[in-house]
């Protein structure tokens, strides 16, 4: 199976700042990478969907980008409703599907 | 907009099995798989296994093989996730999320706790 991982698995900032998470797959997977957030007690919410596009409804200020193994999520000014957990996953695959460990957002 | 709306929260006892529902409201139900995953407290998520309602396919992680069986039902909308021979290590938040760009949307999570 494809393995997932992600940095940082934790990560401190300020309202405003920008903030990169990195995923890197065990074997390259072309753009078939999604990302999401989760917030305590919620499921999580599509955010990016194959590398870089962005699912409707959600801020312009995420983007995704990459390719084969390394991808990342960017936020480009952090808002307070931003911290959450974020998680990749590929979709390589129908089935199995792996997600990252996760980076959890925290304020500074 | 399609919406996935699952069944309530379960307290079940080791060794017995768990049937958690799955049901799809607002779009067609076999245009997409059904993805089930679980998260444990504090943990991420774990891939469990999937369906795919039109063809009637259905796969599952090696990890649960023998004791999970997902089904789908079209003419209600609904798939289904039993998982038997329950252990405290299965306590947690089951998800089911359609395929298709990406998981969206997801349930809102059925808590299933085992403890005797």
């Known amino acids: 199976d494809i393995q997932m991982t992600q940095s940082p698995s934790s990560l401190s900032a300020s309202v405003g700042d920008r903030v990169t998470i990195t995923c890197r797959a065990s074997?390259?997977?072309?753009?078939?990478l999604n990302w999401y957030q989760q917030k305590p007690g919620k499921a999580p919410r599509l955010l990016i969907y194959?590398?870089?596009s962005l699912q409707t409804g959600v801020s312009s200020r995420f983007s995704g980008s990459g390719s084969g193994t390394d991808f990342t999520l960017t936020i480009s000014s952090l808002q307070p409703e931003d911290f959450a957990t974020y998680y990749c996953?590929?979709?390589?695959?129908?089935?199995?599907?792996?997600f990252g460990q996760g980076t959890r957002l925290d304020i500074k | 907009q399609v919406q996935l709306v699952q069944s309530g929260a379960e307290v079940k006892e080791p060794g017995s099995s768990v049937k958690v529902f799955c049901r799809a409201s607002g779009g067609a139900f076999n245009s997409f798989s059904i993805t089930w995953v679980r998260q444990a407290p504090g943990q991420g998520f774990e891939w469990m296994g999937g369906v795919i309602p039109m063809f009637g396919t259905t796969k599952y992680a090696q990890k649960f093989q023998g004791r999970i069986t997902i089904t789908a039902d079209e003419s209600t909308s609904t798939a289904y996730m039993e998982l038997s021979s329950l252990k405290s290590e299965d306590t947690a938040t089951y998800y089911c999320?359609?395929?298709?760009?990406?998981?969206?949307?997801w349930g809102q999570g059925t808590l299933v706790t085992v403890s005797s």
């Open positions: 996953q590929h979709s390589y695959s129908i089935f199995p599907i792996t």
């Open positions: 194959a590398a870089s």
């Open positions: 074997q390259g997977i072309k753009s078939f």
């Open positions: 999320a359609s395929d298709g760009a990406g998981l969206d949307p």
